[in-house]
């Protein structure tokens, strides 16, 4: 199981940005697809995940109404689209996957992608 995200970058404060999980040693159809966050010096945020079996969304409060998760089963690819976005979004964004359910409890999730900055920034 592999997973590798990208699509971060600068942008400005109230900019958008696309961020896309890749995927490989299993089909999305198997495991559920979390995006995590992580800022300097602060913990670990949930921010969206997308379920296995229909592909319906979740999102944390801080996200929601802003952030659409997305997925293309036929590219194994999971997309987060990340619009009016704050100086508060600035973090480290990781998809994770290994759980059946759809969560934000980063526990249970098994494998992790690398990881990929995005800088909200005037």
Same mark, same amino acid.
């Given at each position: 199981? %592999?997973?590798?995200?990208?699509?971060?970058?600068?942008? %400005?404060?109230?900019?958008?940005?696309?961020?896309?999980?890749?995927?490989?040693?299993? #089909?999305? /159809? %198997?495991? =559920?697809?979390?995006?995590?966050?992580?800022?300097?010096?602060?913990?670990?945020? *949930?921010? =969206?995940?997308?379920?296995?079996? $229909?592909?319906?969304?979740? &999102?944390? $409060?801080?996200?929601?109404?802003?952030?659409?998760?997305?997925? $293309?089963?036929?590219?194994?690819?999971? &997309?987060?689209?990340?619009?009016?976005?704050?100086?508060? /979004?600035?973090?480290?964004?990781?998809?994770?996957?290994?759980?059946?359910?759809? #969560?934000?409890?980063?526990?249970? &999730?098994?494998?992790? *992608?690398? *990881?990929?900055?995005?800088?909200?920034?005037?």
């Amino acid at each position: 199981v %592999q997973l590798q995200a990208s699509g971060g970058g600068l942008v %400005q404060p109230g900019g958008s940005l696309r961020l896309s999980c890749s995927v490989s040693g299993f #089909t999305l /159809d %198997q495991y =559920s697809i979390a995006w995590f966050r992580q800022a300097p010096g602060k913990e670990r945020e *949930g921010v =969206s995940c997308i379920r296995r079996t $229909d592909g319906n969304p979740y &999102y944390a $409060d801080s996200v929601k109404g802003r952030f659409t998760v997305s997925r $293309d089963n036929a590219k194994n690819t999971v &997309y987060l689209q990340m619009n009016s976005l704050e100086p508060e /979004d600035t973090a480290v964004y990781y998809c994770a996957t290994g759980s059946y359910s759809c #969560t934000l409890i980063s526990q249970l &999730y098994t494998y992790w *992608g690398q *990881g990929t900055l995005v800088t909200v920034s005037s």
